[in-house]
């Protein structure tokens, strides 16, 4: 019965998700019509010892991000510069190529460490207006986003610093570079399914006569009084984002102690944090800041009278963005604590092949979570132990189960009510009933290269 309990939490807020209604108001009635169902004496304490926990803590740590992510997304939309950027990549690689431009900009984004949410706000401006100007259906805009910023460059390819791919290392002993060739075969697998699934989407609207389409919301307003700039200097700002962030990342923790402490006044109240939790976030923000400054430094007069209406929005934007994922980590938490989650741990730690094991154990938990992180982290602290023991026995590297376990995370997590999607279709204007259908075919893709990649790995050996 347990087991039913979880399930029916997960496919009512897939449900109701699919269906419009706001997560933010339908999460914890999920997570908490389990628990009543399970314990009701349970649900005072559940809903503010851990649900609201976990939602504040999220807010704790990611809404700086997601506002000054937003704010940056709409700088460079109000400043003329993604107009220039599409222009010019319009130009570069041709109207029949506006797919694997975003697809390129968002991977080159993530790959220098800027954070996924992040990416959606700053690719989503020059998105649009590209899809606007060569006549793609919006619909198709969160598909694309999808595949280069939640796919290959989140937790595949080589060295990203991702936090999907950061954390299987501290429980297998490696690196982010773990089996790079692996990585590079998953890359290349996702990549070319993805395009071309995308590119036959494309084709069968063109052949209806279906075009960008009208009557959306969250337009990006293009401003033709702003004169047009040099598409270099349009992109320094997505150059100094990521340029910084990496540069950050490698020196915060070096200016701090392990637990980083400050006394403001003689005598005061101390302030101290874990460096290490919060070094990539500060560097992220840093980045952002930078970012946010040199648009302003290149583009200060037609931003200066948009700037207060703007801003506006993009904080509107940045509040529930940030509040839809929160409650989906506070519904993942509670849903892990429930006897049914055991149960479901239990059933898929009986899988005997190490590999399919792992692969299957990780996605499946990030699905019910609605987290790549929250899955992968949950699946490994309970059962690395096994998984290690268990690939010793089968003579299978650690660098291959590590990578196995990244790719995994980042398969069937973006089920409807994962907060990534909902950010995405939020801050696109669309709806799960418009775009859903390809953002799914994504995860189906991104779930069936993890299999690929394991089935390369015993045919050949490498890794």
Not at 77 to 86: D, N, Q, Y
Not at 433 to 462: C, E, N, P
């Amino acid at each position: 019965m347990s087991f039913i309990i979880c399930l029916a939490a997960l496919f009512f807020l897939m449900f109701v998700a699919y269906r419009g209604f706001s997560v933010i108001l339908f999460a914890p009635v999920a997570a908490i019509g389990a628990v009543l169902l399970t314990d009701p004496g349970a649900v005072p304490v559940v809903f503010s010892g851990l649900f609201m926990e976990k939602m504040v803590g999220f807010i704790k740590l990611y809404f700086p991000v997601f506002l000054l992510g937003a704010v940056f997304g709409k700088l460079i939309e109000l400043s003329g510069f993604s107009r220039s950027i599409v222009s010019a990549i319009v130009k570069l690689l041709g109207p029949g190529r506006a797919i694997l431009s975003i697809v390129l900009v968002g991977a080159l984004l993530t790959y220098g460490g800027v954070s996924l949410f992040v990416v959606v706000f700053a690719v989503y401006p020059f998105g649009a207006e590209m899809f606007r100007q060569v006549g793609i259906p919006k619909r198709l805009l969160p598909a694309v986003v999808a595949l280069g910023a939640f796919s290959f460059t989140m937790d595949t390819l080589p060295g990203t610093p991702q936090i999907q791919n950061i954390i299987p290392t501290t429980f297998f002993k490696t690196t982010a570079y773990a089996a790079p060739i692996l990585g590079l075969v998953g890359t290349v697998f996702i990549l070319v399914v993805g395009l071309s699934y995308l590119e036959f989407r494309r084709r069968q609207a063109q052949k209806k006569g279906e075009g960008y389409g009208s009557g959306h919301i969250n337009e990006v307003v293009v401003d033709e009084s702003v004169p047009p700039v040099s598409a270099w200097l349009a992109l320094s700002p997505l150059v100094v984002v990521g340029v910084a962030n990496l540069v950050f990342a490698r020196f915060i923790p070096t200016w701090y102690e392990a637990t980083a402490s400050v006394t403001l006044t003689e005598g005061g109240h101390a302030v101290s944090v874990p460096t290490a939790s919060w070094a990539a976030i500060w560097s992220v923000q840093a980045a952002l800041l930078l970012g946010i400054l040199t648009v302003l430094l290149f583009a200060f007069k037609p931003i200066a009278g948009k700037f207060a209406s703007g801003s506006k929005d993009a904080v509107g934007g940045a509040l529930l963005a940030s509040l839809n994922t929160a409650t989906e980590y506070g519904f993942g938490a509670v849903i892990a604590a429930l006897p049914g989650f055991l149960v479901i741990k239990n059933a898929l730690s009986a899988i005997p092949n190490p590999l399919i094991n792992e692969a299957i154990t990780v996605t499946t938990l990030a699905g019910i979570t609605g987290s790549a992180s929250g899955g992968l982290s949950i699946a490994l602290a309970a059962m690395s132990e096994q998984f290690i023991a268990q690939a010793h026995a089968y003579g299978i590297p650690l660098e291959v189960m590590s990578r196995v376990a990244s790719m995994a995370s980042g398969g069937m997590d973006t089920l409807p009510h994962n907060g990534a999607v909902i950010t995405l279709l939020a801050v696109t204007g669309l709806t799960h009933r418009q775009s859903y259908g390809d953002i799914f075919a994504i995860t189906i893709i991104k779930t069936l290269a993890v299999f690929f990649v394991i089935g390369f790995y015993w045919l050949t050996g490498l890794y």
